[in-house]
């Protein structure tokens, strides 16, 4: 086995542990680093096949403590995930084997297939890529878990939401008090819970990213939150990350997006707002760690002070159009 490099090698126990789960004559020839995950080690295994040839797998390792929650929790909501998902078409990893207390690995671990595809994180060609991410989102709450994943967690509360220097104070006060409101009655969906674009797999034409006619979603990837709850508070939530990759603007076109869709969103207008406005306001609270992958992805312009006057602007806009 060799190394694609240092940060890539995979501890001896693991190792041990994904090669138990591979077919007869099967090795692992090649690790590499992926990057951009938040929470977790990610490393795309090249694995030699008996008939020469070679496939992918993914490790997921949580090295480190996460905000999330106990790497156990989302590993066993992920795996629970993955299985869900088979045979649904929405386009998820397969499980192949997780080990969620770390009982024969360094860490805590899952092993999966490999999707084709990458996230695409430019503007460009955004145009083509909202409604495809909007039907998506649509089919992930189509889906109906024979088992349901456990209850949705919120983000954050009323009284730890951060206000931007140089806000409206006034405004972020009035969202603030949105979500001291108690929580609108809704019907359960199936949630991701951290659908955006970085979890998103796309296969874009090389000639010309923007070309409607020949791209396409090959996977949506990082399931270790999904969750039972408003479809509102995915959209939510993908509306805020497309607000600051993007502009405020885009956050709103996709709410549009998604029930042009065919989404169903709350009712009622207020109940609506409750949802909208509580997703930016948890992000208020890590606008830095938002924005960190973001800039080792390349959009180097995104410095926490921009996502940041996104951000409010965001809020802002919200509060003007459902407030």
């Known amino acids: 086995m060799t190394n694609h490099d240092e940060a890539a090698a995979v501890r001896p126990l693991t190792l041990a542990w994904v090669r138990r789960h591979l077919e007869a004559g099967e090795r692992i020839v090649r690790t590499e680093a992926l990057h951009g995950g938040a929470t977790a ?23 480190d403590p996460t905000r999330q929650g106990p790497a156990e929790d989302l590993l066993h909501r992920e795996a629970h995930a993955l299985t869900t ?20 690995c360094e860490y805590p671990s899952l092993l999966m297939t490999h999707l084709p595809g990458r996230t695409v994180l430019d503007d460009e060609g955004l145009e083509t890529r909202l409604p495809m991410l909007a039907r998506q989102l649509v089919a992930v709450h189509a889906v109906r878990p024979a088992v349901r994943p456990r209850e ?61 006619a020949g791209a396409r979603i090959t996977g949506v990837v990082d399931w270790a939150a ?3 709850g408003p479809a509102d508070l995915d959209v ?21 997006a998604y029930q042009e869709a065919g989404g169903m969103l ?18 208020s609270e890590e606008v830095r760690w938002v924005a960190l992958p973001w800039r ?28």
């Open 296 to 323: 080792e992805a390349g959009r180097t312009e995104l410095t926490t002070r921009t996502v940041e006057e996104r951000l409010d602007a965001y809020v802002t806009s919200l509060m003007d159009a459902l407030g």
């Open 152 to 212: 949705y967690v919120a983000l954050t509360t009323a009284d730890t939401v951060v206000t931007p220097e140089r806000a409206d104070a006034a405004v972020w006060a009035a969202a603030i008090d949105v979500i001291r409101n108690p929580t609108p009655r809704y019907e359960g969906r199936f949630l991701h819970r951290d659908f955006q674009p970085g979890n998103v797999l796309f296969d874009l034409p090389p000639e010309d990213p923007a070309d409607a």
């Open 236 to 256: 939510a939530h993908c509306s805020t990350t497309l607000a600051l990759l993007h502009g405020p603007a885009w956050g709103l076109r996709f709410t549009e």
């Open 41 to 63: 080690d990610m490393r795309r295994l090249t694995i030699g096949m008996r008939d020469g040839g070679a496939r992918h797998l993914v490790l997921r390792s949580f090295v």
């Open 85 to 104: 998902l088979t045979g649904t078409g929405v386009p998820a990893p397969g499980l192949v084997a997780v080990d969620p207390t770390a009982a024969h």
């Open 226 to 228: 999904a969750s039972w």
């Open 266 to 283: 709350a009712a009622a207008a207020d109940e609506r707002l409750y949802w909208q406005v509580r997703e930016p306001l948890a992000f």
